[in-house]
């Protein structure tokens, strides 16, 4: 059984195009998608008849009368375009049994494709995640589970930055402030504290820096508490990130590479190239931008640790993929050019604007943050009104478990349905939005499904839920909702090849609220369990739970059984 059921009819149609076009001696057309109803797969002739100089339905027409015939498809010139549409019957025969005999690898590729280490959220070490930052691991997760979707092995890599002056802010706080220096909470307040005396106080600033020399002198008292501060920090981040399903394969401290790994012969390699002020050593990124790698003093900046570190990330993987924030571009240039000149390979980089506030960018130095445990606990809690409310006699232990998924699902696909380019402002009464365009809307429509197959047990037609093998399914129905929910279906296979070459994972969430949209059309037009053609109607449910059930989890959003 083959991975896509578009896949021979897509090899018929283009292998028919080609006979063609061929045979009358023209280039193949653009080959498109049509708008729906036109067809499933397209050609707009307009710059091939503009190559000839002739009318495009003339050459349309053309085309389409060498076209063979297919048992896939029927084929029609419209307007200068050529539309193929699939024959309904063997695509809905195609697809749920492909759907059917792969279960929860449909969509996914088996082949093995070239490893990926993807570095994501990399947050500095300096309090909790909050909303503006929480864009990344949302992106950097949702890629990774795309790109393992389609064939790949991938490790997730968080980078913590210990050794920059932010987390010396941090250290100076806890050794000379009074406070608690064992929660986060705590810690995050001395590190506010210090950073306000870090502005107006020469001596506090003199402090900071010296703990910067002392961790590259390799102090071990420094050292143990720089480690201290930011392992509470660390596994904060950890926790609050699990509460939206984000794991990771491996975390590489920032101070082990300066401890262990070689700075000097990277400056070394990179002296042709180094140029120095006042005792700082940079190198010109063109004639207007310059990246400075070593401050005065000897100690170095977060550009040179980066390149040791995509040194090491680059002997790891075939490719390397950053997800990293917009303002880190300038940075990010200086990597990609050093790398170059020391003929290393260099990150694909996915660059993701910042959330704000209404009142502005957050910040926890400033304290103008919403963090987001906070987040994720207020959408756990508006969804459990929402589940008591439809069940009052559910155990709370279920409420709770069904409240979570439903509230952090609704935080994932919130911030993963708008492209990463885009700048958006935060707004609660948006963020945990339940109707429309969301993730309760496509739970529901999974939970919906297994409801079906409660209530076809309870009827004692069918016992095993989804559980069926498609081997026998005979297509019963080819009317408008049944082939609307069929061709969505199919799709998902070539749209995660598709988005995994684009590393695009916005597109993601805009088809599994297709995908339940068009099951709710099904479903409130066709019987199911109430007619003769139960058994096929009902494998087509089992069809669409397993295809909902995998662009959820493509999403890191819990698939629930009940709502």
């Not at 195609?94 to 280490?117: H, M, N």
């Not at 009074?178 to 810690?187: A, S, V």
């Not at 009142?359 to 987001?372: A, D, F, I, K």
């Not at 093998?469 to 598709?498: H, K, N, V, W």
Request: glycine share 6%.
């Amino acid at each position: 059984m083959t991975e896509d059921p578009l896949e021979p009819f897509i090899t018929q149609v283009r292998s028919a195009m080609h006979h063609a076009c061929k045979v009358i001696g023209y280039p193949v057309p653009e080959e498109i998608r049509p708008d729906e109803g036109y067809g499933d797969i397209g050609y707009a002739c307009f710059s091939l008849a503009r190559n000839l100089k002739e009318n495009p339905e003339k050459v349309a027409e053309e085309i389409m009368q060498r076209i063979p015939p297919g048992d896939l498809f029927t084929v029609e010139s419209k307007n200068g375009y050529i539309n193929f549409r699939f024959n309904d019957e063997r695509l809905a025969l195609a697809t749920v049994r492909c759907v059917l005999s792969r279960k929860e690898r449909y969509g996914y590729r088996d082949q093995s494709a070239p490893s990926i280490l993807i570095e994501h959220t990399s947050a500095n070490p300096t309090g909790p995640l909050h909303v503006g930052r929480a864009r990344n691991p949302i992106i950097g997760d949702t890629l990774a589970r795309l790109l393992e979707a389609a064939g790949h092995s991938v490790t997730r890599e968080y980078f913590i930055n210990d050794v920059g002056r932010q987390v010396a802010t941090l250290t100076w706080g806890y050794l000379n402030l009074q406070g608690d220096t064992n929660t986060p909470e705590g810690l995050v307040e001395l590190y506010r504290k210090a950073s306000a005396l870090e502005e107006k106080d020469e001596n506090v600033r003199e402090g900071i820096s010296e703990i910067l020399r002392k961790i590259e002198a390799r102090d071990e008292s420094i050292l143990s508490s720089v480690r201290h501060v930011c392992t509470i920090m660390m596994d904060k981040i950890f926790r609050d990130l699990e509460l939206i399903n984000v794991r990771f394969d491996r975390a590489t401290w920032e101070s082990d590479l300066i401890l262990h790994g070689d700075t000097g012969d990277v400056i070394e390699r990179l002296k042709p190239y180094l140029k120095e002020k006042d005792g700082t050593k940079y190198i010109e990124l063109d004639e207007n931008e310059t990246l400075t790698l070593l401050r005065a003093d000897g100690t170095t900046l977060y550009p040179l640790r980066d390149i040791i570190y995509h040194l090491d990330k680059g002997s790891r993987a075939d490719i390397m993929i950053n997800v990293i924030g917009e303002d880190h571009r300038l940075e990010m240039k200086g990597v990609v050019t050093m790398l170059t000149l020391l003929h290393a390979k260099v990150p694909e980089l996915i660059f993701y604007s910042m959330v704000s506030l209404p009142e502005g960018r957050m910040s926890t130095r400033t304290g103008n943050v919403v963090y987001l445990k906070d987040l994720v606990n207020e959408a756990v809690e508006r969804a459990s009104l929402e589940v008591r409310k439809r069940h009052p006699n559910m155990d709370e232990s279920t409420v709770r478990r069904i409240s979570h998924s439903i509230g952090a699902g609704a935080v994932r696909f919130n911030i993963l349905r708008i492209q990463a380019e885009k700048s958006f402002i935060f707004r609660w009464e948006e963020a945990l939005n339940f109707e429309g365009e969301s993730a309760p809307y496509a739970q529901y429509a999974h939970a919906r499904c297994m409801s079906i197959f409660a209530r076809a047990s309870e009827m004692g037609i069918w016992t095993r839920g989804p559980d069926m093998d498609g081997s026998g399914f005979i297509p019963a129905d080819t009317d408008q909702y049944t082939m609307g929910l069929i061709r969505t279906i199919a799709r998902l296979p070539s749209l995660i090849t598709e988005l995994a070459e684009r590393r695009d994972v916005h597109l993601i969430p805009a088809y599994a609220s297709l995908l339940a949209d068009r099951f709710n059309q099904y479903y409130e037009h066709i019987r199911v369990l109430d007619s003769e053609n139960w058994r096929s109607r009902l494998e087509l449910i089992a069809a669409t739970r397993w295809t909902l059930k995998n662009v959820l989890e493509l999403m890191g959003i819990d698939p629930v059984k009940e709502m």
